[in-house]
């Protein structure tokens, strides 16, 4: 009877704990008008009062300026095949967004698993992440959660309550060479500056959002970056640092991801959603295909300049010749008694 009562009283509390989740997301949920997606101003106002001070035209000259210095440091996957898929999907992704920029989409050729995306719509995608997705709608997750940061002007805001905050710095903004400034003295490699981006424990919360929205309007299965995210802490519980990178750039909590799902709850079903496509399969295992070859190659000698040791197999002398002469160069073992053996030295 007291082992019953313990167990409904845990039920009760889980159950408590959830519906004031949800009820806590209700009342704090923005961007609610699904069905404007693409009409909508989801940017706002900086605390509510002041705009973005930068202008949508300026943003895309920044996010120009920082990608020229990205692609510096940089390998891009040159496949026609591979970017011309992932250009396709993103594309398809910001035709069903709240972005107002177009967008430019290249992939890095690095195992790490990631992607990102500039101010202006300059957006990359990390052939790592291409590799550890199971399927399309995972991908779309991450590139969706990625377009609305570029759609809310995350990067941008950021930098306008920075210079609000020292109003000294404000002509900063205005010169194209801030952001390469930033980028370089951060080392921007492929270890991207958080402030670059936009990353903010309060927009990545909101990337989220918009990224289930965008996903859900493409046609996707709007859990594809839960489930993503969710696979990849556990990759990173059993081999910790495999996937460190993605949680640098997408730090994620257990809040958040009870908000995204929250979320999902929230939005219409639809009949039919796209989990995977024959495209991803087909594209997937080409870039392995090719990753493998590369990696074949590096590992096959190349230099054949090396050292090698090289043994003496032919000394021209016929081992079946009865020539004195080859004879005598041959060193033989004599024992006592033999001919030519002299007694004196025995």
């Known amino acids: 009877m007291q082992s019953s009562r313990k167990v409904l009283s845990t039920g009760l509390g889980i159950l408590l704990i959830l519906t004031m989740s949800v009820a806590s997301y209700a009342s704090d949920r923005r961007h609610g008008d699904v069905e404007n997606i ?5 940017t706002g106002h900086i605390w509510g009062i002041f705009p973005n001070f930068v202008s949508l035209e300026k943003e895309i000259q920044l996010g120009q300026q920082v990608a020229n210095e990205f692609e510096q440091t940089a390998k891009m996957v040159d496949d026609p095949v591979i970017t011309a898929y992932v250009d396709r999907v993103a594309q398809n992704i910001v035709k069903h967004s709240d972005a107002k920029v177009p967008f430019h989409v290249k992939v890095v050729d690095t195992d790490e698993v990631n992607a990102f995306a500039f101010p202006g719509g300059f957006f990359y995608v990390n052939k790592g992440l291409i ?7 995972e991908l779309a997750g991450v590139m969706a959660h990625e377009i609305s940061h570029v759609a809310a002007r995350h990067a941008t805001a950021r930098m306008t309550k920075g210079q609000i905050l020292q109003l000294a710095a404000i002509p900063a903004l205005f010169v194209g060479g801030y952001w390469a400034q930033m980028a370089i003295q951060n080392g ?4 991207i500056n958080l402030s670059l981006l936009g990353v903010t424990r309060e927009s990545e919360k909101e990337a989220d959002q918009l990224g289930i929205q965008y996903l859900w309007n493409t046609g996707y299965d709007p859990n594809g970056f839960v489930s993503f995210f969710e696979k990849l802490q556990e990759e990173e519980k059993a081999k910790p640092g495999k996937v460190a990178g993605f949680f640098r750039t997408h730090p994620f909590t257990v809040d958040r991801i009870a908000s995204a799902m929250d979320e999902e709850r929230y939005l219409p079903e639809h009949d039919n959603y796209v989990v995977d496509t024959s495209e991803f399969d087909r594209v997937k295992a080409r870039l392995l295909a090719i990753d493998n070859a590369m990696k074949a190659d590096e590992a096959s000698p190349v230099d054949q300049k090396k050292p090698t040791l090289k043994r003496r197999t032919d000394t021209g002398d016929d081992p079946n010749s009865t020539d004195p002469q ?6 033989t073992l004599k024992k006592a008694g033999d001919p030519g ?3 004196d030295k025995n």
């Open 131 to 137: 590799l550890a997705a199971d399927n399309e709608s």
């Open 341 to 343: 053996k002299d007694p």
């Open 38 to 42: 693409g009409n909508r101003d989801i």
């Open 326 to 331: 080859d004879q005598k160069k041959k060193p």
């Open 188 to 191: 921007l490699g492929l270890g």
